[in-house]
């Protein structure tokens, strides 16, 4: 009997076609649509190649990073100290087409009405495909504000950080052609409480602001070790400060920062995050002495921001898998997408998705128009309500569009795992919910024109009787001081949710906004898929489709 009959046991039918290779900014239509909204329609020709790129090469480059992670190198062969941590060449392609792409710079170099909102746009294309570079990313993005306050540093230091060129090489910042920024805050003792800080800083000879100072102590985490500097708090004779910590001294020798070990994390793989310590490392303080919290305070806003823009797209990039699966897979002789309990589930990971966009780029416009006092108050507002929820919920919606795909969606060949362990970062890294939320408080309490910019941001509702009830609820809740840190985070979801029902309803995208408010304001339930009747989730799905 020739066995070599049944080799093949049965015909592969009913499969996904690949979505590879897709430009992910055109499949995006409401990213088209809000950009420009908040006047970056200039810059979709960078949107539109970036999108190409994200779908294609960087996509694969993602998962090569991923499945590759950093390696850390305490010495050399000969038995000297180096403190390297060795990348894939994957994850060194991705930083280099991000960087050649301005997504650290933009705003910085092209100070432009919608130059935040542009770059928004272009790092939300990249944190679909590839989460752990967009920390460093970040921080080098971030970074230019703080150094800012210092103008001698900053006139050292930036025209590395904006030269708009990546250069891995481990050599002292005069000898490279692009400079990367990271930041290391948190130590064992305190977390989030910075002030619990026990690392000390005394002055090489004069001291204060711009002066050099040698620095003791360790910082629990800190991401992206192989940056060119680090800005970091620690103790001086005035108080807790800030300061800028290289990776080489001025004569070219290393700097006393040792790495002790790499974390072992949950997600961000490709991203390596280090315990380090300081041995007398020398580093220049930046900003007044003392006023270390406030002075790497712009920084850290601006790191809050991009965990938003970061969430978003693991939602969006989430949702595109989804709609993209149960478009093409067929359940009992029909399409998946057209079975009406599925199209309720994908219609609201739609909504969401778009709604978090939506709260996101207000954010970025607000950032754009930072000489108007109330679009500043709205910033520092927004920032920690949308670090709170967005973070929040992209758990939860990523394991929502993961069962979409069934256990297709639970294997490493998908990139849903990837995604969904990537989502709870950005809710702890820089503040976690609890945080965020009392951070709204104590703004909304301290400062009344941030409460009144808030009311005029929200308005009468824009004509919606259900939104105008909750905007008067909501005013009320926020006035009535009975218990509010125990109400804190009931506050901010509603607040959240509020803007977002707000922001829609202003975009004219009556469908869109419709469904939102009568689910997230009215009959909704409490897990994804539970619309009420009646919202038409053929015209949701149609939207947000990757066609």
């Not at 020709?45 to 294609?56: C, K, S, V, W």
């Not at 062969?77 to 087409?97: C, K, N, S, W």
């Not at 060949?413 to 989502?423: D, G, K, N, T, V």
Request: charged residues 20%.
């Amino acid at each position: 009997m020739d066995l070599h009959q049944y080799a093949e046991t049965h015909e592969v039918i009913n499969q996904v076609p690949p979505l590879e290779g897709a430009n992910l900014y055109r499949i995006d239509r409401p990213l088209q649509e809000w950009l420009r909204r908040y006047d970056a329609d200039w810059a979709e020709p960078r949107l539109d190649a970036y999108g190409a790129l994200a779908g294609g090469p960087l996509l694969a480059a993602g998962f090569a990073a991923n499945e590759n992670r950093p390696v850390f190198r305490s010495h050399d062969r000969y038995g000297h100290r180096i403190d390297q941590v060795d990348f894939h060449p994957a994850y060194h392609e991705l930083m280099a087409t991000a960087i050649a792409h301005d997504l650290p710079t933009l705003p910085w170099r092209e100070p432009r009405p919608g130059a935040q909102v542009a770059r928004a746009g272009l790092m939300y294309l990249h944190n679909q495909v590839e989460a752990g570079t967009a920390c460093p990313l970040t921080m080098t993005f971030a970074s230019v504000a703080t150094l800012r306050r210092q103008s001698e540093i900053a006139e050292h230091w930036l025209p590395g950080v904006l030269a708009g060129t990546y250069d891995p090489r481990n050599l002292p910042m005069e000898k490279k052609v692009g400079l990367t920024l990271g930041m290391a805050m948190t130590e064992k003792q305190g977390g989030s409480d910075v002030r619990a800080n026990t690392s000390r800083a005394w002055p090489v000879g004069a001291a204060g602001s711009g002066q050099a100072y040698e620095l003791l102590g360790h910082k629990w985490f800190c991401s992206a070790p192989m940056s060119d500097a680090f800005l970091t708090l620690a103790y001086s004779s005035g108080g807790l400060s800030c300061f800028l910590l290289s990776r080489h001294r001025p004569d070219g020798s290393r700097n006393q920062l040792y790495i002790q070990r790499l974390k072992n994390k949950l997600g961000n793989w490709s991203n390596a995050s280090a315990e380090v310590e300081y041995r007398g490392a020398l580093a220049w303080m930046v900003g007044e002495e003392g006023r270390g919290v406030r002075t790497i305070l712009e920084m850290v806003a601006l790191t809050r921001f991009d965990c938003m823009i970061g969430s978003s797209a693991l939602m969006r990039q989430a949702l595109t898998q989804a709609l993209h699966h149960c478009a093409h897979r067929l359940v009992g002789g029909q399409v998946l997408a057209e079975h009406a309990l599925m199209q309720n589930v994908l219609a609201d990971l739609a909504l969401e998705s778009e709604a978090a966009l939506a709260l996101t780029l207000r954010l970025a416009r607000a950032l754009d128009h930072g000489e108007d006092e109330g679009e500043r108050r709205l910033a520092r507002l927004l920032t920690a309500v949308g670090k709170y929820w967005i973070c929040k919920r992209t758990p939860e919606m990523i394991g929502e569009a993961a069962e979409c795909l069934g256990g297709a969606g639970y294997v490493e060949e998908s990139i849903l795992p990837r995604l969904y362990r990537e989502a709870p970062v950005n809710s702890i890294w820089e503040g976690s919910g609890n945080v965020q939320c009392l951070d709204v408080l104590r703004v909304l309490g301290k400062e009344p024109e941030t409460f009144a910019a808030l009311f005029v941001e929200l308005g009468e509702g824009h004509g919606d009787v259900r939104l105008r009830a909750r905007i008067e609820w909501l005013r009320k809740a926020l006035a009535d001081q009975t218990e509010i840190h125990y109400r804190a985070r009931r506050l901010v979801e509603e607040l959240a949710v509020t803007l977002q029902a707000g922001l829609l309803l202003e975009a004219g995208e009556t469908t869109v906004a419709d469904a939102f408010i009568h689910s997230r304001l009215g009959e909704g339930g409490r897990v994804y898929g539970t619309l009420p009747c009646g919202v038409d989730v053929a015209k949701l799905l149609a939207r947000s489709m990757p066609l």
